[in-house]
């Protein structure tokens, strides 16, 4: 069911929809239409939704001009990036990178929309330009984005295809060290069920090493920032605890909850079945599912993750749609809220959710 009310602006998205079926292309477009947003009155003015964060693992306090984070693979190319901030986002998550280059998945279509649940399927497989292109152009917006108060993290995760003899965990801290000096936060994902290849989030023992040595690399700079991992959405509560534990334990800051939904499960997280759902990408690849569906698992995992582990730093993500929904969230614990799917459907997604939201529940 629609959580909002379309506009003529949504129902001029839906018709770009049809008109332009390639989703990857409109993917594309994206970053165009956000620095179109900066120079075109009205949407220059930014809104005073300003937030300030603290974190119990020691890294940097943050503040940010607005709870909204556009979550990562929206800015897969760190292009226009200060734009961002005129559509009312107070940070943007670039990535996921990775060491090297990845043109993704082989097969196209990698992207379509599942039009009756407002949600997209995905399968592009971490294409992105490499970890020391997006470095650099982070960099050069630097002062663009200083002036107008938008933070950007990189998300980052190891190379699907690693190098003979070449070190998984060696491989993402190599990573981890050229996003560091450029990035205001670091989220690390460790669940992405695009690729085609295991997801590392099914690797427990794995993970307490690599994260410890995140920690180590951290404790190593001069400058302590916050890191999140970024999690699955079909993590049963108990293993959802088990793996808050292990971030608590090996001193990071806390989960981005969540990614997408792996569609292999067959059915939404509700339980309800899936629809027919093409393979994308590679043969048999079907991805993951992002958008309205995910909603109710974004919030009932917040609220698991406040009640399992209260001291770590939690972003939701996943289906948020309108300012109720993105309050409700923050009441139930979360620091801040990511969007992406959302900006397909509603015309200035981000800005909307911002009106909505009480002023007194920011």
């Not at 120079?39 to 809104?47: N, T």
């Not at 292109?133 to 630097?142: F, K, M, N, Q, T």
């Not at 965990?169 to 295991?198: F, K």
């Not at 990408?281 to 009640?307: F, K, M, V």
Request: charged share 25%; net charge neutral.
């Amino acid at each position: 069911m629609k959580t909002y009310q379309d506009t003529f602006a949504d129902r001029f998205l839906a018709a770009i929809r049809e008109t332009i079926p390639a989703a990857e292309l409109r993917h594309e477009m994206l970053a165009v239409l956000a620095e179109a947003a900066r120079v075109a009155s009205p949407w220059r003015a930014p809104l005073a939704r300003s937030v300030e964060l603290s974190f119990q693992d020691g890294s940097c306090p943050m503040r940010l001009e607005s709870p909204l984070v556009l979550a990562a693979g929206a800015s897969k190319k760190a292009w226009f990036l200060p734009a961002f901030a005129s559509m009312g986002f107070g940070a943007v998550t670039v990535g996921t990178a990775t060491m090297r280059s990845r043109k993704g998945n082989p097969l196209h279509p990698r992207v379509r929309t599942v039009e009756e649940f407002g949600a997209i399927q995905n399968a592009m497989g971490l294409n992105n330009p490499g970890i020391q292109v997006l470095a650099s152009r982070i960099a050069r917006s630097r002062d663009r984005l200083a002036q107008d108060g938008l933070l950007v993290g990189i998300s980052i995760a190891e190379d699907p295809d690693l190098l003979p003899d070449e070190s998984p965990d060696r491989n993402l801290l190599d990573c981890l060290a050229v996003a560091w000096p450029e990035a205001d936060y670091i989220e690390i994902n460790l669940s992405c069920p695009n690729t085609g290849h295991e997801r590392l989030d099914r690797a427990w023992d794995r993970i307490r090493r690599l994260m410890g040595e995140v920690s180590s690399f951290r404790e190593a700079q001069t400058t302590k920032k916050p890191i999140w991992i970024k999690l699955s959405p079909d993590l049963t509560e108990e293993t959802l605890g088990q793996a808050l534990a292990s971030i608590r334990q090996a001193g990071l800051t806390g989960a981005v909850l969540f990614n997408t939904w792996p569609a292999t499960q067959g059915v939404w997280p509700s339980g309800e079945a899936l629809p027919e759902l093409p393979e994308l990408g590679r043969p048999q690849l079907r991805g993951g599912l992002s958008g309205r569906p995910l909603y109710p698992r974004t919030l009932l995992g917040i609220e698991q993750a406040r009640r399992a582990e209260p001291g770590l730093s939690y972003l939701a993500c996943g289906g948020v749609e309108t300012g109720l929904q993105a309050s409700e969230l923050r009441e139930a614990g979360a620091d801040l809220v990511q969007l992406y799917t959302v900006m397909a459907f509603r015309w200035m997604a981000a800005r909307r959710i911002l009106q909505e939201w009480p002023q007194d529940r920011i």
